[in-house]
């Protein structure tokens, strides 16, 4: 007589790969939530990582870097003038000495280099002979900083390749994720007139001639010291992150907070100025009621080397929409100053934010305005508790 062997029906076996299929779908949201919790570690540490490299360039120089330098000789331009962004100035910090020592200091950044006009007013003409943007400092902004790089966003940035040097060679400027605090709107008005009111600063900004107006209202730009921080280091941003755009050109790029928006025709950055902190809000409203045919650019994170758009400001909460004023007469290198560029990030419910005393923190994207504004001021008297972000 023959045996019979036992085996799996066609309805067993695919019971059991259902089963497989759930247990699976169930555990891949976890997996993918602790992938994104080890990318945040990794933001976090890099911020961490930027701010103690502040303290060290603070004990070595009695003063934050600046946000750029101004030469009077430039005003009015965008292509002149030691432009140089903070994270550039940072890199002996974060032993980055070798593309340190590569920057070129007496030229435009970014650019510098085309023409005679791109110099600084120390410089030979004849010294920079270069083809395209940016080629007297190819060898550095070439390089991809990963501290500089927050790895939940994937976000291209840089718009294309450029010609760097005179054969011919092609690179991609690198990116970042890292911008520095400014402030709030700078027109709030006052007794003392309009002034930058963050931890950055600008020299040489003292209403110079051929500033391009409202700007050349600026009052004049000192150092900023530890001292300025009256508030309390623990009670001020001084660095957050942003996602990086997409880098293709509107009308065909994507909306969202990669996106950089103009805000509606008529509006400057002076339409709501003497209303103090109210006229933040007043802009950040005004900045998310843009329509998608508004949109401006989005390439936000290229350029590391450059001081003329590393900047955030504080006028829009976290992971809102960010605007910019193109339609005002002011132009680069004058954004760095000037903007609705807010924080923003690929983590779940806020961003990552380093503090001038080194911390870092993570402030959800519920925070309330008036917290989030008391955060951006080193010396505005605000009292700001932190179970409040």
């Not at 003292?206 to 001292?227: C, F, R, W």
């Not at 902190?277 to 409203?285: A, E, L, T, V």
């Not at 504004?373 to 409040?388: Q, R």
Request: proline fraction near 6%; glycine fraction near 10%.
């Amino acid at each position: 007589m023959a045996l019979k062997r036992k085996a799996f029906t066609l309805i067993e076996l695919l019971v059991v790969i259902a089963i497989i299929a759930v247990l699976i779908s169930l555990l891949l949201p976890a997996v993918q939530s602790a992938r994104e919790a080890a990318r945040r570690a990794q933001c976090t540490n890099n911020l961490k990582q930027i701010g103690l490299a502040i303290h060290n360039y603070v004990s070595s120089n009695d003063a934050v870097p600046p946000v750029m330098i101004m030469y009077s000789q430039c005003l009015g331009t965008w292509d002149c003038g030691q432009h140089h962004s903070i994270l550039a100035r940072i890199l002996p910090f974060l032993e980055q000495n070798a593309i340190y020592n590569s920057i070129n200091w007496m030229v435009s950044e970014r650019w510098g280099g085309q023409t005679g006009s791109d110099q600084s007013p120390s410089m030979n003409q004849s010294y920079i002979a270069c083809d395209t943007w940016g080629c007297m400092n190819a060898s550095a902004i070439a390089n991809q900083i990963s501290s500089f790089m927050c790895p939940s966003d994937t976000g291209i940035a840089n718009i294309g390749y450029f010609v760097f040097t005179p054969g011919g060679d092609h690179h991609a400027q690198s990116r970042y994720n890292y911008p520095y605090n400014v402030g709030l709107n700078p027109f709030q008005g006052g007794a003392t007139g309009p002034a930058i009111n963050g931890p950055a600063y600008f020299p040489t900004w003292k209403n110079a001639p051929g500033a391009p107006t409202p700007i050349s209202g600026l009052s004049a730009e000192s150092p900023v010291t530890l001292a300025r921080f009256t508030d309390g280091t623990s009670n001020t941003a001084v660095f957050s992150e942003w996602v990086r755009g997409d880098a293709v050109p509107p009308p065909n790029s994507a909306d969202g907070l990669g996106q950089v928006y103009s805000f509606p025709s008529g509006t400057s950055v002076t339409s709501f100025a003497g209303q103090g902190m109210q006229n933040d809000f007043q802009i950040s409203q005004a900045c998310q009621r843009t329509g998608h045919a508004l949109q401006n650019w989005t390439w936000k994170g290229d350029w590391w080397i450059s001081g003329q758009s590393s900047t955030y400001t504080h006028t829009n909460t976290p992971n809102r929409l960010s605007c910019y004023y193109n339609n005002d007469g002011i132009g680069q290198p004058w954004a760095a100053a000037v903007n609705a560029i807010g924080a923003s990030s690929r983590h779940p419910g806020g961003v990552n934010m380093a503090f001038a005393d080194g911390s870092v923190h993570f402030l959800k994207s519920s925070v309330s305005p008036q917290a989030y504004y008391g955060l951006a001021t080193p010396g505005g008297g605000e009292i700001v508790s932190a179970d409040s972000y």
